[in-house]
């Protein structure tokens, strides 16, 4: 099992900047692939961003290529979503997930833990 917490969000004005964390526990966290969902109101949940295990490859959602970073610190067991130039529509609850390999998916089905989320709301 892995356990996992996310923190960071909060409300920020249209253009400003967050950094989500999510801190992993309960099995070695390097052997999994990491990532980031999203649900707005009355939306589906929707991939933001992906890691491998390793860091040295990401994955984005065109909606968020460019202003956010995804990145993890595998001595630390936790993985970040840097957040830049936000827009109202980036108003959400983040999950953050981990698969059972260290196989990145960018596909939700894929994923076999997930935390609890954190909302981000972007004021306009």
């Known amino acids: 099992q892995v356990q996992l917490v996310e923190s960071g969000g909060g409300l920020v004005q249209a253009g400003g900047s967050l950094r989500l964390s999510c801190a992993a526990s309960?099995?070695?966290?390097?052997?999994?692939?990491m990532g980031w969902w999203r649900q707005a109101p009355g939306k589906e949940r929707e991939f933001v961003a992906a890691i491998s295990w390793s860091g040295s490859s990401t994955y984005y959602a065109d909606s968020v290529k460019g202003r956010f970073a995804i990145s993890r610190d595998n001595a630390k067991n936790t993985v970040y979503l840097q957040m830049n130039s936000l827009k109202a529509e980036d108003t959400a609850v983040y999950y953050c997930?981990?698969?059972?390999?260290?196989?990145?998916?960018?596909?939700?089905?894929?994923?076999?833990?997930w935390g609890k989320g954190t909302l981000v709301t972007v004021s306009s």
């Open positions: 997930a981990a698969r059972g390999s260290r196989i990145v998916s960018t596909v939700d089905y894929a994923m076999d833990y």
């Open positions: 309960g099995r070695t966290f390097s052997n999994h692939g």
